[in-house]
């Protein structure tokens, strides 16, 4: 049992791995590590030969620049590249660069939707900086050394650094999936975790309820998944509240994170900025970002999914859940966007119902990927067209649909080949409807003694005759018109 109960605090420093084709500071290729052979994307620049010279990539702070205006943040006129030095084999020149006093960007917040309602995480800066290299260390045959590959030494990064906003794990599901799929929503970062796209610090201290004094942290490192940093933030509040209970003190430190063993482990007792002797770097000018380059950026940026959110909910109509399994996706949610704008008559709904229900189900059955699904939104919205005007019924258009998308025909060539217009001739319908009451004597004299439910059958039997290609609503009027006539 709890002696007290403790609020806990959470910051995240979250580095991004920018999606541009070359290195921060160098032209070489980003490649991916995890397939590409070792040091075969090197130059002298990351290497850190002496003598050589880096050059700011520019596509690389236009992406930061993006992020940072998805983030709410102030773009600032002129930040600073530092070098953080310290020495370590996966970084050649014995120094990172990185944007320390001056960033990029400050000042920003994601809203995020908790089960307490919405709240707004502040995103203190955000800044760029290079990778560092990737070391692999090998124990084998008695004999134990380290490998280093130097492919990733010199990708841009954005490190985006929030406020200690976040109470719970929860909160920090939130902010770290919202901060994701905003980021690949703009292309900024595949958001790849598993390729390290994406790679978390949490700083986390606990204070008594109450105590207005943020509590001692600790930062815990190595965190490359948001399962890993679920788990390290539970466990040590666990071992946080464990030691405030006995009235024990905790030690501010740096831990990592063992996948294997589920606990964080430490790494160094205490680093200090002063450790890195930060200084301005002296080979790059500073950055400056005029507001012409800063309205051109702004200008090409996509609408954001927040702002897609409000339209969809307050003009279309769609529900909640719709709503974020449209935007769980940009290209989803581009297709829907698209067909919108192809088919203007037909309700937003319909389409979203279609998209979401038929369409997804059978990408679901038939294992494709909506990517490659090769229909287009024209095509699409053409079949939603022909239900809503009566052309083909529902069920003939989820038939149709699953042909289209098999074959890439249009949904009237299919209808055309098959035959599949919706009879809704009244002439034919009534033919077809008293054919069936003839053909069926002994059910009608049931549904006559009271048995209602046989009029379900009897709509079956007419809708078969007409090999489902009826009007089902034409059908179920005149089925009604002719039973009540045998009534009187
Ligand atoms: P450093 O640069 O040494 O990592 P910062 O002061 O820049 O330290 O903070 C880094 C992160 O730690 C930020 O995300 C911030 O929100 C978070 N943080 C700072 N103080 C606390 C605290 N007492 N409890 C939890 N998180 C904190
Ligand atoms: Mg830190
Ligand atoms: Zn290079």
């Excluded at 290729?29 to 990539?57: H, K, Q, R």
């Excluded at 084999?89 to 320390?100: A, F, N, V």
């Excluded at 995103?123 to 130097?150: I, P």
């Excluded at 294997?260 to 970002?289: C, I, M």
Aim: charged residues 25%.
């Amino acid at each position: 049992m709890d002696k007290n109960s403790y609020k806990a605090d959470i910051g995240l420093e979250v580095h991004v791995e920018l999606a541009t084709r070359s290195k921060m500071f160098c032209s070489c290729a980003v490649v991916d590590t995890t397939t590409a052979s070792p040091n075969s994307s090197v130059c002298e620049v990351c290497c850190g030969m002496p003598g050589v010279l880096p050059v700011i990539n520019r596509n690389a702070v236009e992406l930061a620049m993006k992020a940072a205006l998805s983030l709410n943040c102030t773009v600032v006129e002129t930040s600073i590249f530092a070098r953080k030095n310290y020495f370590y084999p996966d970084l050649p020149k014995g120094y990172q660069i990185s944007q320390y006093e001056y960033p990029l960007a400050v000042n920003g917040f994601i809203l995020i939707n908790t089960s307490e309602g919405e709240k707004s995480i502040h995103v203190r800066r955000a800044h760029l900086e290079e990778d560092t290299g990737k070391l692999t260390h090998v124990s084998k045959d008695g004999e134990s050394y380290s490998l280093v590959d130097l492919n990733r030494a010199g990708v841009p990064l954005l490190e985006i650094v929030s406020e200690p906003d976040m109470h719970s794990v929860e909160d920090v599901r939130s902010y770290s999936r919202n901060l994701r799929s905003l980021l690949c929503w703009l292309g900024v970062s595949s958001g790849d975790m598993e390729k390290g796209a994406m790679r978390f610090e949490a700083n986390l201290s606990m204070r008594p309820e109450g105590c207005e004094e943020l509590g001692t942290r600790v930062e815990i490192k190595n965190l490359n998944s948001f399962k890993a940093m679920e788990q390290a933030i539970l466990y040590q509040m666990d071992i946080q509240r464990e030691k405030l209970d006995k009235g024990e003190k905790v030690k501010q430190q740096t831990l990592g994170w063992s996948e294997n063993q589920g606990k964080t482990v430490a790494q160094r007792s205490k680093e200090d900025a002063n450790d890195y002797r930060y200084f301005p770097e002296p080979d790059l000018p500073p950055l400056v970002v005029e507001s012409s380059w800063l309205e051109a950026v702004k200008a090409s940026m996509p609408e954001l999914p927040d702002a897609r959110r409000v339209r969809y909910r307050d003009s279309y109509g769609l529900n909640g859940e719709d709503i974020e399994r449209l935007l769980e996706d940009k290209p989803v949610s581009d297709f829907f966007e698209a067909c919108l704008a192809a088919a203007p008559k037909l309700a937003p709904k319909r389409i979203a119902n279609w998209l979401l229900t038929d369409l997804f189900a059978w990408l679901n059955q038939n294992g494709k990927a909506f990517s490659d699904m090769g229909l287009s939104p024209e095509a699409f919205v053409r079949l939603v067209a022909v239900v809503d005007n009566s052309t083909i019924n529902q069920n003939t258009g989820k038939e149709v649909l699953a042909e289209m998308l098999a074959t890439g025909k249009t949904a009237d060539a299919i209808i055309e080949e098959k035959g599949l217009k919706q009879v809704s001739d009244g002439n034919l319908i009534i033919t077809l409807v008293a054919k069936s009451l003839e053909n069926n004597l002994v059910e009608v004299q049931s549904y006559l003694a009271g048995k209602e439910t046989v009029a379900n059958w009897l709509f079956g039997q007419v809708m078969r005759a007409a090999q489902g290609k009826a009007n089902p609503q034409v059908v179920k009027e005149e089925l009604k018109r002719q039973l009540e006539n045998l009534k009187k």
